[in-house]
């Protein structure tokens, strides 16, 4: 099984409304990432959450971590349809050169 | 600027066939990868490899090898290809180590028929 699992799979909201992601994992980490894939794109980084940070902002996206319910949540504010995208959890458990491991992805549709 | 470029952006190849893939990165990181993602989006590392040593080698075929030049270079050869093989692989860096943001290619989308 994954080391994150997004919950939901997908969702579709109205624009101007919030979205809200959660990432699941199973193991202690040394950081928390999320990243957004745009339809045929590569994954844009979007922010990094630090094992010892419980919450983190950048513009209108607000990430907060639960380290010992081993989850993390991603809020989008306002959303627009450029927001449209699929959303990824990667999680890096901090030993050296240790793979980065993503979760399954959020599949957000923002209706205009 | 092209952060991390990879070629072709399209594969359509027959079974059987032998390809490669290649990738650069302008960033000046010590770190790249290939990754698989399937048709389900899941997104699964293959290889890594830092100041062209290979340090992560997961369970692929191998059918499948990398070769890194220097660090700004990561290509990758897949021989006798697999309908299986079908799927987007990208290429991504990181500064230093994995456990870093990383920085990724547009992908290039493998067809194998």
């Known amino acids: 099984s994954q080391q994150g699992e997004e919950d939901p799979q997908a969702l579709s909201i109205q624009e101007g409304e919030n979205a809200t992601m959660n990432c699941s994992y199973k193991t202690s980490i040394n950081n928390l990432q999320w990243y957004r894939q745009n339809s045929g794109r590569g994954l844009v980084h979007l922010i990094l959450i630090r094992s010892n940070e419980r919450e983190k902002h950048s513009g209108r996206l607000r990430v907060t971590l639960d380290t010992s319910k081993k989850s993390s949540s991603l809020l989008i504010t306002a959303s627009r349809a450029a927001d449209t995208a699929s959303y990824f959890c990667a999680t890096a458990r901090g030993f050296g050169n240790e793979k980065l491991t993503f979760g399954t992805g959020t599949r957000l549709t923002i209706i205009p | 600027d092209t952060a991390v470029s990879q070629t072709p952006k399209y594969l359509v190849t027959q079974m059987g066939n032998d390809k490669s893939i290649k990738c650069e990165q302008n960033?000046?990181?010590?770190?790249m990868y290939w990754y698989k993602q399937d048709s389900k989006k899941f997104l699964k590392i293959m290889f890594s490899?830092?100041?062209?040593?290979?340090?992560i080698n997961e369970t692929v075929p191998n059918r499948f090898s990398p070769k890194s030049p220097d660090k700004a270079h990561l290509n990758l050869h897949i021989n006798s290809l697999e309908l299986g093989d079908s799927a987007v692989y990208f290429c991504?860096?990181?500064?230093?180590?994995?456990?870093?943001?990383?920085?990724f290619g547009p992908g290039t989308r493998l067809l194998v028929l």
């Open positions: 960033l000046g990181h010590d770190t």
């Open positions: 991504a860096s990181s500064r230093l180590s994995s456990q870093e943001t990383q920085y």
């Open positions: 490899y830092n100041n062209k040593e290979l340090i």
